[in-house]
Structures are given as C-alpha cells and as structure tokens.
C-alpha cells in the first residue's frame, strides 16, 4: 500500500512479538518508529536488530506502560527525539493467569487489566496533545482471546475480559477522539508464533485444558513481518487516508481485507457492523 505521508509512531510491547513485526513493518514503510517495553535490555536488543533488518533509524525506551509516570517520560523523551506524535500503537499485553477460576488469584487479572487495558489509556492521556495537533491522529489496539468469534479462549480469564474490555473502550473513547480528528480502532491479528502462549504450555494441558494447550503448542515458529502480510497491510490501511472514517471497530486480520472495506463518510454511521453486539433473530428479527 502506498504510504500516504510518513508518521511518528510510538508501539508498545514493540521490542517482541506483534509490537515487534509491526516495527518492522512499519520502518520499512518509511515511518520514524519508537518501540518501548518494560526491559531496558529487550528495547536495546529489538532496536538493534530492527535497524539491522531494515537499515532505518530506530529509537526506544524502557516504559512501564501501567506507570502513568513512566508514560509521561515517554512523551517527553518523543518530544525531545522526534517531536509531534501522530499514531500510537498499543501492544503491549500479557496473558496473565491460566486455569480454572477457582485456582487463580484475583490480583494477578487486575494485573492484566493494568497493562492491557489501563496501558492504551495512559498512552492516550500523555499523547493527547500530540493527537490534537496532528488532526489526522491514529491509534491502534489489540483484541484478542476468540473475541467477537465462535470459540473465546478458555481458562484464561484476565485475558479474554480484558480484551473484551479494550473493545468497548475503544467504541466508547472513538466518539470523543472524533473531535480531534483521531481515530482508534481494535485489530484481531490472528494466530501468531510468539512467544505469548509460553504462559499456557508452561501451565501444561490440564490447567489450560486440551484444546487450548494444543493451539499454544501448534504455534512456533519466526516472528517477522514479511511472515504476516495481512496483519501488516491491515495496520498500513489503518494508518492511511483510505481509512479516514473507520473508528471504533473490531477489525480482523485473519477475515477483512482493505480493498473490501468500504470507505465513504457515511458507512458503518449508526451501524453494528464491525462492533462487540448481541445481534440475533430474538432481538432483531427479519
């Protein structure tokens, strides 16, 4: 896809997994790219390798993204290395407990709830400024655990309620950020080889159950982004004019396609389409 103009894009979770194929990507797209993540070793390690990669310029820095604090040094470091944000991609995540409810300590899912969900709203508090400025501001989370489909995750309760979480607070924060010309959107990125599921093979079948013990074990392998040309050219339609009027949405990698996704001011206004709903015969019928 050709890049409408070059962004500056701030991607946490960016020294591994989705954060890091996205990196990338997006470096290779001519975008300037700050990747931060809680480990000072990891940022340096990922920026390394992703200018060797790519032979673009790439800065980073250790943030806490659940440390309003640590955020807001963030965004003084950006100001002083790269000026005016215009797109912040959210992905730092973690999966959290996995077992049955009766065996999992309830603070270790509000410390899910922290990084997953309470990270992309300080990422937004301290970038806000920067949004508004731009007018043409994009932000990008990350759904995920069977959201929206046939089969949520099981066993992992932090996860899947966040997730659920972080759909409904994107709809809800789209209607506020329309006023400054941002818009924010969730995408499902599919099945991924990273090392996220660890967690799920390290709690072995009987904790995880079966079925999901199995899909983590299936899923091994490289993680760059000339691997994942659909969860790339995604995020590219995402960061483009094409996509002017998409916000609030659940987007999947894995089903829509850019060319496919119609564009015009007027579509997807007072629809469902693309939003976490009830919708049935019972309720609506025909």
């Not at 990270?119 to 400025?133: A, E, K, P, T, W």
């Not at 090392?195 to 760059?224: H, V, W």
Request: glycine share 10%; net charge negative; aromatic share 4%.
């Amino acid at each position: 896809m050709k890049v409408d103009h070059a962004r500056r894009i701030v991607i946490s979770g960016g020294s591994s997994g989705i954060g890091l194929v996205l990196a990338e990507h997006l470096l290779n797209e001519g975008h300037e790219v700050l990747i931060c993540s809680r480990a000072e070793q990891n940022v340096a390690s990922a920026i390394s390798s992703l200018q060797q990669l790519t032979g673009h310029r790439c800065i980073g820095l250790s943030v806490d993204v659940t440390d309003f604090e640590s955020v807001d040094r963030l965004h003084q470091f950006t100001r002083s290395n790269m000026g005016d944000i215009d797109t912040v991609i959210a992905s730092a995540g973690i999966l959290g407990p996995v077992g049955r409810i009766e065996s999992i300590d309830t603070q270790d899912i509000l410390d899910v709830f922290n990084v997953n969900v309470i990270g992309l709203l300080n990422l937004l508090r301290v970038f806000h400024s920067d949004l508004r400025r731009s007018g043409d501001g994009r932000v990008i989370g990350f759904s995920g655990g069977g959201l929206g489909g046939s089969k949520p995750m099981l066993r992992t309760p932090g996860y899947a309620a966040s997730k659920a979480a972080l759909a409904t607070l994107v709809e809800v924060l789209s209607h506020e950020l329309m006023d400054i010309g941002t818009k924010i959107n969730c995408l499902a990125p599919g099945s991924i080889p990273t090392s996220f599921m660890k967690s799920i093979i390290d709690a072995g079948p009987e904790a995880a159950g079966a079925e999901l013990f199995d899909e983590a074990s299936s899923r091994s392998g490289p993680t760059r982004a000339s691997h994942f040309p659909d969860l790339c050219k995604l995020v590219s339609f995402l960061l483009s004019a094409e996509a002017i009027s998409i916000s609030g949405r659940i987007l999947s990698a894995r089903w829509e396609r850019p060319e496919t996704l119609v564009t015009s001011h007027d579509f997807m206004a007072d629809r469902d389409i693309y939003r976490l709903r009830r919708i049935d015969d019972d309720l609506f019928g025909h």
